[in-house]
């Protein structure tokens, strides 16, 4: 159940304009979840009775032990947010320099990671179907250099964490995965994040599940956990500097967003799920859609649709924004043509879905008249 603002806002968007439904307020691609309010308050008096705000506060402590818990992971680092999660894991598994394989479809944090630690990306192109880097062309891309993999699940759906398990080991690199979009996500029996030397999540307001900022870390080692865990509040304790550290704390008004949250996500994913599929429905196989993978539970994050070419896309896009309906591109542009790069590289299959793809709305209250709406407008 949800409350609050949320109660029966899945009825309030529409009113009719002649014989078209428009939507009252502009329908961005996602929308913040907010707990009830009384239930975040009952934290902000916690917080105030105690004057304890941030360091690892029990707010803190509680939200990782029962985020452990929901994600089904024995490790957990909750920090400010996820593009810092992806520098410390670069720099707690000791990527200072040299390069990282990754892929050019992403939100350009992946990439801007590697560069701000002082590394060089090398792009490798990705699956056409499910978006992610493809495996098959990664050992073509290694080099004396090559210290690690980057690799994202792209939309939530599992990157071939088997083949890449194995190059890595066959290599002797470090696997990295970015789970932004893989929150709760099921893969062969257990947690997505459970994969690689480092995984990591970002808790941002547009996500699945969010703590307003944050990210969090899930390590495979105990020493890389150890390391992470002293490196994001400046690597000391007490008078002890042990190792370089940063400051990737989060404070226990994230944490107390994250609690309350954590009790609504499982209806979210479920309300998302029921929209998903009535999307599958109306817009049958005129679009090309994320593929549906047999051993994976997924999170219903996003709801990417590929068309045939981009002035198709930029079209569809029009006729969406006529109907206050505003979808988004994403990824867009393909990150191997950033213009801060030092070298060009190619990647033709992502640079070609980067400009035919968009994600349409979905978050858990957006009312399925409006989906209905939005795909009847696409079939126009
Ligand atoms: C959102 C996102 C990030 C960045 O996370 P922040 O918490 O916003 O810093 C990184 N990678 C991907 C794929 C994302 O979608």
Same mark, same amino acid.
């Given at each position: 159940?949800?409350?609050g ?5 899945r ?9 078209? $439904? ?14 009830? =309010?009384?239930?975040? @308050? ?8 105690? $004057?304890?705000v941030?360091?690892?506060g ?8 029962k ?5 089904? %992971? ?8 996820g ?8 720099n /707690?598994?000791? +990527? ?17 990671? +590697?560069?701000?630690? $002082? ?6 192109? +990705?699956d056409?179907?499910? =978006? ?6 990664? @050992? ?8 690690a !993999? ?12 088997d083949?890449?398990?194995? !190059? ?10 970015? /789970?932004?979009?893989?929150?709760? %996500? ?16 970002? =808790? ?22 150890d ?6 509040? =400046? ?17 226990e ?10 009790? &609504?996500?499982?209806?979210n ?9 009535? &999307?599958?429905?109306?817009?049958g ?14 999170? &219903? ?11 198709t ?9 006529n @109907? ?42 957006l009312?399925?008249? +409006? ?8 079939h126009?």
């Open positions: 159940m949800l409350g603002s949320q109660e029966g806002a009825q309030s968007y529409i009113f009719e304009r002649g014989d078209k $439904r428009v939507p009252k307020e502009k329908i961005g691609v996602t929308k913040t979840f907010l707990p009830p =309010f009384a239930e975040y @308050e009952a934290y902000l008096t916690q917080i105030w009775s105690r $004057r304890y941030t360091n690892q029990p707010l803190l402590q509680e939200f990782e032990k985020i452990k818990k929901y994600l089904g %992971v024995e490790d957990f680092h909750f920090v400010s947010n593009t810092t999660a992806l520098q410390l894991a670069l /707690a598994l000791d +990527i200072t320099q040299g390069e990282v394989v990754t892929t050019p479809f992403s939100y350009v944090a992946s990439t801007g990671a +590697i560069l701000w630690e $002082r590394c060089d990306p090398v792009f490798v192109d +990705i056409p179907v499910n =978006f992610s880097i493809d495996a098959n062309k990664i @050992e073509a891309a290694i080099t004396a250099k090559t210290k !993999i980057m690799a994202v699940h792209v939309f939530g759906v599992p990157c071939d964490v083949k890449i398990a194995a !190059i890595a080991r066959k290599h002797k690199l470090k696997v990295i995965y970015d /789970a932004a979009h893989a929150f709760g %996500v099921q893969y062969k029996g257990k947690s997505l994040l459970d994969y690689g030397d480092v995984s990591v999540c970002s =808790f941002h307001a547009t996500k699945l599940f969010h703590t307003i900022e944050g990210g969090g870390l899930i390590a495979r080692h105990k020493g890389v956990s390391s992470i865990e002293l490196k994001k509040r =400046f690597g000391h304790n007490h008078d002890e500097h042990i190792m370089l550290g940063m400051n990737a704390k989060a404070s008004f994230q944490a107390a967003m994250g609690l309350c949250n954590l009790k &609504y996500v499982n209806q994913i479920k309300w998302r799920r029921q929209l998903s599929e009535l &999307y599958d429905r109306l817009l196989d005129d679009f090309q859609k994320l593929p549906k993978m047999k051993d994976a539970r997924y999170n &219903y994050a996003y709801y990417p649709v590929v068309v045939k070419n981009e002035a896309l930029l079209r569809h896009m029009k006729a969406l924004n @109907e206050n309906v505003f979808p988004r591109r994403y990824f867009y542009p393909s990150l191997n043509t950033l213009p801060y790069l030092k070298s060009q590289q190619r990647a033709p299959i992502s640079e070609d879905i980067a400009r035919r793809i968009m994600c349409l709305p979905l978050y858990a209250d009312s399925p008249d +409006i989906v209905t709406n939005i795909c009847e407008v696409l126009k």
